[in-house]
């Protein structure tokens, strides 16, 4: 009886959570269509990209210098560097 009975609660939590999960996908996607749905700022402004950039092609400042100077972490200049890369 007992494990019929926390069968019958998980099934409930279950379907709870389901609903939850419906909801928050709805909401999202109508936050998308209004855009205001925009994800996490960036750590550095478009003028600092540029300039990160610039300093990086000089040869003259390693990443790890380029972090200091810019207060951000190692990983933040890659992704910096990869997505202003090149062509």
Known sequence: MG???FNILATFAE???DL???RTREGMKIARAKGKLRGKKPKL???QHRELRRMYD???YSVSDLAEL???SRPTV???LNRNAHP
Do not use: A, C, P, Q
């Open 45 to 47: 402004s478009d003028r």
């Open 15 to 17: 379907f709870e959570s």
């Open 3 to 5: 494990r019929m009975f």
């Open 70 to 72: 810019f207060s951000v």
């Open 78 to 80: 890659y992704r910096t």
């Open 20 to 22: 939850i999960r419906m």
């Open 58 to 60: 000089t040869g003259d």
